[in-house]
């Protein structure tokens, strides 16, 4: 195929792809080259949250774009100012600091961790075994898994792993130089891992003790993923910090760190900032993003769809032994086997499905909230297929 023939010739081959080009897409369909139309739940890793092409985000991107398309932050644009006056009211009341990925989001509130605390002689974070928290160094070595780290060292000082769900570990590794814990509401990249009942308040609680910066990383979480507008919410605990990414501009790239505005104080003129960051695009399709959720009532539409893929996978890990455990919060869906899952992802593929793998063996969905209940049906009824397949061994 041509295309591959331009990415093997042109592109650096730093990521596994699968032989397909896509072409265009729609809600939660996307079509490839040769015209075959598959069903997405797993739509731009989490970035799709509205869908292929959200109507509403398209149309504001269109007009958007044609009145003005990039100032930077040294002037004021009223759309980025309504941008983050709608993030604030949607959380905890605070300010933003706006960039363009969640890998950035992460980076800017490490850096205001540090400048917030340098004055206590403080600089530590704690993060989380199975964490992840993005690819440039600073996130990069928030993120505890070993296997990002290889070949890339010396890494950043400073960071400090955690068992993940181990309130009295943490306990044990604040010390006099610890600032902040760091951590995912529930670890999506890490399997859909959520924590047990009482961890995230019990963080919370640690961090007031201690006089601690509580940092959560919802660029997985949040923006309405798991039925609410952030992850923090479902939970009951609120951050002092909170990054934002992936579906935050309904499928443009997008990102926002948001803090308390004493917090914010830190972040003096001059140390930090994103050249393309709250751009007017972006900021346009995240106000788009944010009044389509609420026109469509997608929050609770989520809630939904956690229910019937909390039915439907249950009732297929009663037939299925391969299943060993489902973890559901709104739309995101993990599902651990007893197997490795890339051929299950492979097998799904072939029957025109598309969902992902992580960690091995948890098959990770991150469907649209604007998936119908039929398609959800649909994503459920391939799904037992394959795995009933899987266990009768007619296709490991
Ligand atoms: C929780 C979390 N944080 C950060 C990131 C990094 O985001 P990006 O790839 O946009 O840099 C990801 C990406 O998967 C993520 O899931």
């Not at 604030?88 to 605390?117: P, Y």
């Not at 990249?189 to 006089?211: M, Q, Y």
């Not at 790239?253 to 308390?260: C, I, Q, R, S, V």
Request: aromatic letters at 8%; hydrophobic letters at 40%; charged letters at 20%.
């Amino acid at each position: 195929m041509d295309v591959l023939k331009l990415f093997q010739q042109y592109v650096i081959p730093n990521y596994g792809r699968y032989p397909i080009a896509l072409t265009h897409g729609e809600g939660s369909y996307v079509w490839d080259a040769e015209g075959n139309r598959y069903l997405d739940l797993f739509p731009g890793w989490g970035c799709g949250l509205l869908g292929h092409c959200p109507g509403p985000v398209v149309e504001a991107v269109r007009e958007q774009l044609g009145r003005l398309i990039h100032v930077p932050n040294s002037w004021y644009t009223e759309v980025q100012g309504q941008w983050a006056k709608a993030l604030s009211e949607r959380s905890f009341g605070g300010q933003a600091f706006f960039c363009n990925s969640g890998t950035e989001a992460n980076e800017a509130a490490i850096k205001l961790v540090r400048l917030h605390s340098t004055p206590k002689h403080r600089y530590k974070i704690i993060t989380f075994e199975g964490s992840f928290h993005g690819r440039t160094l600073g996130s990069l070595t928030a993120t505890a898994q070993p296997k990002y780290h290889e070949g890339l060292g010396p890494l950043m000082a400073g960071f400090v792993y955690a068992p993940f769900g181990d309130l009295d570990a943490v306990a044990r590794l604040i010390d006099d130089e610890t600032a902040a814990i760091m951590i995912e509401p529930i670890q999506g990249e890490g399997g859909v891992r959520i924590p047990p009942d009482g961890f995230l308040a019990g963080l919370r609680k640690l961090a007031d003790e201690r006089d601690l910066l509580l940092v959560f990383d919802e660029v997985q979480t949040g923006f309405g993923r798991t039925g609410y507008w952030f992850g923090y919410q479902a939970a009951g605990v609120t951050p002092d910090i909170m990054t934002l990414s992936k579906a935050l501009c309904g499928g443009i790239a997008g990102a926002a760190m948001l803090t308390t505005p004493q917090i914010a104080l830190s972040l003096r003129p001059g140390m930090h900032a994103a050249t393309f960051g709250g751009n007017p695009i972006a900021a346009r399709a995240g106000i788009a993003a944010i009044e389509m959720i609420e026109k469509q009532n997608l929050l609770a539409a989520a809630l939904r769809l956690g229910e019937i893929f909390q039915q439907r996978l249950s009732e297929l890990q009663q037939q299925c032994d391969l299943i060993r455990e489902i973890r559901i919060r709104g739309a995101m869906i993990g599902m651990e086997l007893a197997i490795d899952g890339t051929s299950t992802v492979k097998a799904c593929l072939e029957r025109k499905l598309l969902i992902n793998c992580t960690h091995g063996t948890v098959i990770r969905l991150l469907p649209a909230m604007t998936l119908t209940e039929e398609q959800a049906h649909q994503g459920c009824d391939i799904l037992a297929e394959v795995l009933k397949a899987q266990a009768t061994g007619s296709s490991r």
